[in-house]
C-alpha cells in the first residue's frame, strides 16, 4: 500500500520560511517523480514543483521561482520543498503527489497517488 505523508506546515510571517517534507512508502521511490501541489480555499489544485526520480531535473511555477527549492534523498524515500520569503498568497494546504511518468508532470490530473497535505499559513 502506497503512503505520502506531508508534514512541515505551519503558521509563519510573511518573509519566513517553512520546511515540508514528504515520507514515501510502498513503491520504488527513486523511479516515482514527485511534484508538490498546492490548494487554497475556494481555488482549485495548482502546481507547485516537480522533481525527477533521480533528481536531475526539477521544474517551479513562476510564482514560486527564486523562493521555493525542491530536492529529494531517495536513500530516505523523501522529497522536500525548501519555501523562503514566504507569502501571505503562498497560504494554503500542501500535498505532495507520485507519477510514474514525467510527462503532464504539472496536471494533477496525472498523478498516481497523493498525501493527505499539510496545512501552510502565511500570516501578514
Known amino acids: 500500500q502506497v503512503q505520502l505523508v506531508e508534514s512541515g506546515g505551519g503558521l509563519v510571517q510573511a518573509g519566513g520560511s517553512l520546511g515540508l517534507s514528504c515520507a514515501a512508502s510502498?513503491?520504488?521511490?527513486?523511479?516515482?517523480?514527485m511534484g508538490w501541489f498546492r490548494q487554497a480555499p475556494g481555488k482549485e489544485r495548482e502546481f507547485v514543483s516537480v522533481?525527477?526520480?533521480?533528481?536531475?531535473?526539477?521544474s517551479l511555477a513562476d510564482s514560486v521561482k527564486g523562493r521555493f527549492t525542491i530536492y529529494r534523498d531517495n536513500a530516505k524515500n523523501t522529497v522536500y520543498l525548501q519555501m523562503n520569503s514566504l507569502k501571505p498568497e503562498d497560504t494554503a494546504v500542501y500535498y505532495c503527489?507520485?507519477?510514474?511518468?514525467?510527462?503532464?508532470?504539472?496536471?494533477?490530473?496525472?498523478?498516481?497517488?497523493w498525501g493527505r497535505g499539510t496545512q501552510v499559513t502565511v500570516s501578514s
Open positions: 503527489a507520485a507519477i510514474i511518468r514525467m510527462s503532464r508532470a504539472r496536471d494533477p490530473d496525472s498523478y498516481d497517488y
Open positions: 510502498g513503491l520504488t521511490f527513486s523511479t516515482y517523480t
Open positions: 522533481i525527477s526520480g533521480g533528481g536531475s531535473f526539477t
